[in-house]
């Protein structure tokens, strides 16, 4: 079993849409968890830490559950530039300044 | 705030040369970088972590002759990949923790695409 497991997708919507991405990670003793995004042959960028009260950014909220180990991201009114690959991470670390678990990545692709 | 750099940004080698990647912390110090392996349409797998001053720490898997790793100071880790054959053709991406109050999470350079040949 995969340490953070995701689906892989494609998710394929139209602009403006809501789309959800979900993640569950399998080390209860994980400490932060974060939302990044990739755009293709780029590297990861952060996107959202993820906080257990949830928390909101624009058009975008993370959830964590603890007890069932579950992360979510959602994309609110989708736009053609969200296009990209969604990676849940987990470290074990409070702060990440340790290694990061990274899932495989969720790829997201709006459509006009 | 909290830019790394990594250069070169592409290189394309003969098999059997080493390839040395710098991986730069540009506006904060990182006591620990990190090393990371992506290959086409899979996620990123750690390599090793870099500690400035010591050696560095080494993946299950992943042979430390072969991928060198020197930081050499508080700003700078480099990865030599010795010996370099078509199956290292990868793309290898670097991180740093800036450690500044209220910024969690790591931030990558911008990734060495290497092909050998």
Known sequence: RKEVEQDPGPFNVPEGATVAFNCTYSNSASQSFFWYRQD?????????????????D????????????YISLLIRDSKLSDSATYLCV???????????????????MVKP | GAVVSQHPSWVICKSGTSVKIECRSLDFQ??????YRQFPKQSLMLMA???????????????KDKFLINHASLTLSTLTVTSAHPEDSSFYICSAFPGLAG?????????????VL
């Open chain 1, 40 to 56: 293709c042959r780029k590297e990861p960028k952060l996107l959202m830490s993820v906080y257990s009260s949830g928390n909101e």
């Open chain 1, 90 to 108: 987990v470290s074990d670390n409070r702060d990440a300044g340790n290694m990061l678990t990274f899932g495989g990545g969720t790829r997201l």
């Open chain 2, 103 to 115: 910024r969690w999470g790591q931030f990558f350079g911008p990734g060495t695409r290497l092909t």
């Open chain 2, 30 to 35: 990182a006591t620990t970088m990190f090393w």
């Open chain 2, 49 to 63: 972590t870099s500690n400035e001053g010591s050696k560095a720490t080494y993946e299950q898997g992943v042979e």
């Open chain 1, 58 to 69: 624009g058009r975008f909220t993370a959830q964590l559950n603890r007890a069932s180990q």
